[in-house]
């Protein structure tokens, strides 16, 4: 496979979901080997995990202070239409937060026109298992693949009933991501969005862009778009984050209970030793 930009510009408009404002992406042509680079005030950030500064409930990178959050939607969508290299001028430090899953980022992208460029797309198989366990006991590891390429197993458990125990165990496809994965929303419980709303945050946050849980009952008139919704949202995330490695990443990962600061940790767990990994 060669690695592909767009043919041209692509803009996707929304608001951010913490500051409530305006956002408008620009998503541009890059050349070859550039990887997927967000731009701010002036201020160019490689979405690279070792860029992360933050990911308390979002991906965010920072560079010189200036940083831009939410890109692991949009970051998983843009691997799974094979941009491997994309220049995106951002209005606001929070990218649009949309509907609050891939599907919108996923419809934009569909309708563009790809450019192949020479140089091979870069792919990563893990050659080693790698592990990162939190305090808590929860934990994310990646080993070879057996499938050739990514392999998630993601296992989540809610108190409530209405989330529950849920599994996700599937190879992940372009078919499984669009219909599966894309389209599951963030979650999250009202006491979390009451709290938030009181120091300031999700100034843009309304049920159009997330699913609220309320204890056993869920507060979107529409329910869940999926039975799973909760764990495939997680898939979404640890796609999102993964590609942040600047890589394919063929392996099998294990994850339970995990987050965005788990799947920053186990990346620079990754690249800690190349004893861990071949690029091909
Ligand atoms: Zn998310």
Redesign the pocket.
């Known amino acids: 496979m060669k690695q592909q930009t767009l043919q041209s510009e692509l803009v996707i408009e929304g608001i951010g979901l913490h500051n409530g404002l305006k956002s408008i992406i620009k998503i541009k042509t890059a050349p070859q080997n550039s990887g997927i680079i967000f731009e701010h005030e002036g201020t160019q950030i490689q979405a690279l995990y070792s860029n992360v500064s933050n990911t308390q409930n979002?991906t965010l990178i920072e560079k010189e202070g200036v940083t831009v959050s939410t890109i692991?939607?949009l970051m998983a969508s843009l691997y799974f239409k094979g941009i491997d290299n994309a220049f995106i001028e951002c209005s606001n430090p929070e990218l649009p937060i949309l509907d609050?899953s891939a599907k919108v980022f996923l419809e934009h992208l569909k309708n563009i026109q790809l450019k192949q460029q020479e140089a091979p797309r870069k792919y990563l198989e893990v050659l080693k298992p790698v592990k990162f366990e939190d305090e808590s006991g929860n934990f994310i590891e990646l080993s070879p693949p057996t499938t050739k390429g990514l392999h998630i197993y993601f296992e989540i458990e809610f108190p409530s009933k209405i989330v529950g125990k849920q599994i996700f165990d599937n190879l992940v496809t372009n078919q499984v991501f669009e219909r599966e994965i894309a389209p599951c929303r963030?979650f999250c419980e009202k006491y979390q969005i009451d709290y938030l709303k009181s120091i300031g945050l999700i100034k843009g946050g309304s049920l159009q862009n997330a699913v609220v849980l309320d204890g056993e009952s869920i507060l979107n008139e529409e329910g869940f778009r999926l039975k799973n919704e909760c764990v495939n949202?997680k898939v979404?995330?640890l796609i999102?984050d993964l590609y942040t490695s600047s890589y394919h990443i063929l392996a099998d990962v294990k994850a339970y209970r995990t987050g965005h600061y788990h799947n920053n940790m186990i990346l620079k767990k990754l690249f800690e030793t190349t004893d861990n990994y071949t690029i091909l």
Do not use: I, K, V
């Open positions: 979002c692991e939607h609050g963030t949202h979404l995330d999102g």
